[in-house]
């Protein structure tokens, strides 16, 4: 069974970085894509970027430039760097699993981890 554990998330001033952390403590699939999602409260969630094991990326158009993902394999981890953070990107971000190059649809999901933004 996969188990995503998600870490990082908190409280900072617009402008300011955050870098969010989710291991998979769980069962390991192979040929998996990882990524993160977010809901902000009265929206729907959406994705925000995704990497695949080759270590292909995808960013949603509304953090390109501001937020990096990365995996590292080793210790079946990924990472969202997150820059230049803006007031709208108060959300819940959910670290997400996926077998396959990318995570559409994901399989699995972490708890989420609060990223709040204040202006």
């Known amino acids: 069974q996969v188990h995503l554990v998600e870490s990082g998330g908190g409280e900072v001033e617009a402008g300011g970085s955050l870098t969010l952390s989710c291991t998979n403590t769980?069962?390991?699939?192979?040929?998996?894509?990882m990524g993160w999602y977010r809901q902000a409260p009265g929206k729907e969630r959406e994705q925000v970027a995704g990497i695949s094991r080759h270590g292909n990326t995808y960013y949603a158009d509304f953090v390109k430039g501001r937020f990096t993902i990365s995996r590292v394999s080793a210790n079946n981890t990924v990472y969202l760097q997150m820059n230049s953070l803006k007031p709208e990107d108060t959300a819940m971000y959910y670290c997400?699993?996926?077998?396959?190059?990318?995570?559409?649809?994901?399989?699995?999901w972490g708890q989420g981890t609060q990223v709040t933004v204040s202006s």
């Open positions: 769980g069962s390991i699939i192979a040929n998996s894509a």
């Open positions: 997400a699993l996926r077998q396959g190059a990318i995570v559409v649809n994901p399989d699995y």
